[in-house]
């Protein structure tokens, strides 16, 4: 039973970051080069060669990504080379496939719009490789060698890389393309930590109860999850009780909710969103009683 698992998780992974790669290309393709777009990371300096010298994205792009490739191993070592090593030449192959597939076709000539897919599109696509554990490499190497020598935060200098990746694309575009930019490079993070948290996100509720052990039965059986009680003490009157502590998933809230007024009405609920939760009934099958 492990084993298939494990290679079904595998498959999962293999398909994750073609998906991501391949989405990551077809954005730069269909959105970053049609509106001239400045961009950070190996994506900004393969477009900022491009707009010189008219080389291909793809060729340049590759380059930057077996040199940064090299940097890693040896440095970083060859564990991380193998989980950077599909990125270094899937999104080149995958951009110089559609750049023969698609040509000149223009999917639109609105740079606002341009500029919002972009971002969406870069942001999620590298979300979904990095989920899986894998490295979209380029220019994310450099500050992962600065912090192993220098101890230099990654995303201090990852932000100094970009920034300056940025600056220097400033001269071969119109101010107005360099705001759009600015723009895209903002837009692209939110996705990327929107894509990260997508689907773990879970509700953490607290209660302070006089019927913590009604609610802790209701809650184990009604809503089917695990509770904890805690210790706690009354901070004006300093009377004992117990803390109920649970962790829900988004869509049980409202039920929970209703359940513990249902019991206690003038009961103290503290209600907090979580980003990740690992363990039985989240990351683990819940044990059979």
């Known amino acids: ?56 994205v793809s060729g340049i792009l590759l380059l930057v990504n077996v040199g940064m490739l090299l940097l890693g191993l040896f440095t970083l070592g060859r564990t991380f080379v193998v989980n950077t090593l599909a990125s270094t030449f899937l999104i ?20 606002l719009l341009c500029t919002l897919f972009a971002g969406l599109g870069v942001g999620v696509s590298m979300g979904i490789v990095i989920r899986t554990g894998a490295s979209t490499g380029g220019m994310d190497i450099p500050p992962l060698v600065l912090y192993k020598y220098l101890r230099i935060p990654v995303s ?6 970009d920034v300056t990746i940025l600056l220097l694309q400033a001269p071969l575009n119109q101010t107005e393309n360099i705001l759009y930019s600015i723009l895209f490079v903002m ?17 953490e509720v607290k209660i302070v109860s006089d019927r913590s052990s009604q609610i802790r039965d ?12 805690l210790e706690a003490e009354g901070g004006y009157l300093h009377d004992k009780t117990q803390m109920v502590f649970t962790v829900v998933s988004n869509r049980e809230l409202y039920k929970l909710e209703k359940i513990v007024r249902s019991i206690d009405p003038a009961s103290f609920m503290v209600v907090s969103r979580v980003s990740e939760v690992r363990g039985r009934g989240f990351s683990m099958e819940k044990q059979a009683l």
């Open 156 to 161: 201090v200098s990852l932000y100094v890389f």
């Open 187 to 203: 837009i692209s993070a939110v996705a990327l930590d929107k894509t990260m948290l997508l689907g773990t996100t879970r509700t």
């Open 92 to 111: 080149p192959a995958a951009l110089e496939v559609f750049d023969r597939i698609l040509g000149d076709f223009v999917l639109t000539g609105d740079i």
């Open 1 to 56: 039973m492990k084993d298939k698992e494990k290679l079904s998780w595998t498959w999962q992974t293999i398909i994750a970051i073609l998906l991501g790669n391949i989405s990551y290309a077809l954005t730069v393709k269909l959105f970053l080069l049609p509106a001239n777009l400045a961009s950070g990371g190996g994506t900004g300096i393969a477009l900022a060669v491009h707009y010189l010298t008219g080389l291909p």
């Open 218 to 229: 209701a809650i184990l059986k009604e809503v089917d999850r695990g509770v904890t009680l």
